[in-house]
């Protein structure tokens, strides 16, 4: 079956616009991951669904990003007021359920901020 | 808090060679779960293993093979006969009750001809 997609694969934005990632999750996996993955901190958990609710939202690293999930499917992690530090592959996985499961990733949005 | 760390930053071998990737990991929790991850040149993180913190039996798979021993807070994960198509950065993982996971910082991989 299909796996998780994310769009777009490449983004180059200016600092100071705003920038909204997408992903679509595997078909019934409830719970959906967003994490970064940048050279200087690796990969760093942002947050958490389980169907459509947020009940961690602890990994964001500024009031600048924000997430949503609608449909208890696809999920859009928006970036406001951009800065270079927001560079980064963007990733997301999905799982069956929160809780022990295995986590599937996505290929990744590869974000650049010029 | 919980921490994973891969003290190999880099590893280079020569085709058909045994390898060895380490993980420590740090926990207060008594259940959580342990993972590898790959992630190849294409950049997709590639699920491997996950266990439990109650079944410490060694597991083999092909050429792979992983030691969890509590004991001594690893998980470590064996590559027997390494291939070139083994290149890549290995992620070790820990999920516990704060619903994520968090990664080690990777061991680089890199099987020569």
């Known amino acids: 079956g299909a796996g998780v997609s994310q769009s777009p694969s490449n983004k180059v934005t200016e600092k100071g616009k705003d920038v909204e990632l997408r992903c679509d999750p595997i078909s019934g996996h409830t719970a959906l991951y967003w994490y970064r993955q940048s050279l200087g901190q690796g990969l760093e958990f942002l947050i958490y669904?389980?169907?459509?609710?947020?009940?961690?939202k602890s990994g964001l690293p500024s009031d600048r990003f924000s997430a949503e999930r609608t449909g208890g499917s696809v999920s859009t992690l928006t970036i406001q007021r951009t800065q270079q530090e927001d560079s980064a592959v963007y990733l997301c996985?999905?799982?069956?359920?929160?809780?022990?499961?295995?986590?599937?990733f996505g290929p990744g949005t590869r974000l650049t901020v010029t | 808090a919980q921490k994973v760390t891969q003290a190999q930053t880099e590893i280079s071998v020569v085709e058909k060679e045994d390898v060895t990737l380490d993980c420590v990991y740090e926990t207060r929790d008594t259940t959580y779960y342990l993972f590898w991850y790959k992630q190849p040149p294409s950049g997709e993180l590639v699920f491997l293993i996950r266990?439990?913190?109650?079944?410490?039996q060694n597991e083999i798979s092909g050429r792979y093979s992983w030691n969890f021993q509590k004991s001594t807070s690893s998980f470590n994960f064996t590559i027997t006969a390494s291939q070139v198509v083994d290149s890549a950065v290995y992620f070790c993982a820990l999920y516990n009750a704060g619903n994520m996971l968090t990664f080690g910082g990777g061991t680089r991989l890199m099987v020569k001809p």
């Open positions: 669904f389980q169907g459509n609710s947020a009940p961690d």
């Open positions: 266990r439990n913190s109650f079944d410490e």
């Open positions: 996985a999905s799982s069956l359920g929160a809780g022990s499961y295995e986590q599937y």
